[in-house]
């Protein structure tokens, strides 16, 4: 199980997530993403470019990260 966030540790917001244990926290996107979330069958992330301004949904497979 994965824990999803949003981080400025780049600069701008950007999509990281963490394993539910602990471990290394990895980089989901690269162009910007915030309030990220797993479908319930695991195969999709779903995350908005920019939750202040009303962004869209945006949607990617989970196995293809960045």
Do not use: H
């Not at 162009?31 to 979330?37: E, L």
């Not at 470019?49 to 945006?58: A, E, N, P, Q």
């Amino acid at each position: 199980m994965w824990i999803y966030f949003g981080s400025k540790r780049t600069g701008r917001w950007e999509t990281w997530k963490v394993r539910a244990d602990g471990g290394e926290v990895v980089q989901v996107t690269r162009n910007g993403g915030q309030m990220a979330f797993e479908s319930p069958d695991g195969r999709f992330i779903y995350y908005t470019k920019d939750v202040f301004s009303g962004g869209r949904l945006r949607q990617m497979p989970v196995t293809s990260g960045l």
